[in-house]
């Protein structure tokens, strides 16, 4: 397989690519939050990078933004929902190899 700037392979890595990506997903899977309720199941995360990030998502399809009575919330879309297996299998991997990665990078 031939990885083309413009390849649906490629599309696919360049959203896991950007680290608040995987993980805001990964927080929607149980439903729709309030940003600051995405941003305290997060941590860490600035309110700014959450609504670019989130932005991102809905822009991809992936995440879609319902608002009502002075309240906003964020969940995932069926093609959002498609993506947290992939994006927990990445995650038992990292369970896995983490430690060889950071040894690795210690050797470097």
Request: glycine content about 12%; overall charge positive.
């Amino acid at each position: 397989m031939t990885f083309l700037a413009d390849c649906r392979a490629r599309q696919a890595f360049d959203l896991l690519a950007n680290t608040w990506n995987p993980v805001v997903l990964h927080a929607l899977r149980h439903g729709p939050r309030r940003p600051s309720d995405l941003r305290r199941a997060i941590g860490g995360i600035r309110p700014k990078v959450l609504t670019e990030t989130v932005r991102r998502l809905e822009g991809a399809g992936l995440v879609v933004r319902t608002a009502g009575r002075g309240r906003v919330e964020y969940g995932l879309t069926d093609l959002g929902r498609s993506l947290l297996d992939p994006i927990d299998a990445l995650g038992r991997w990292a369970q896995e190899h983490g430690d060889g990665i950071r040894l690795a990078d210690l050797d470097t």
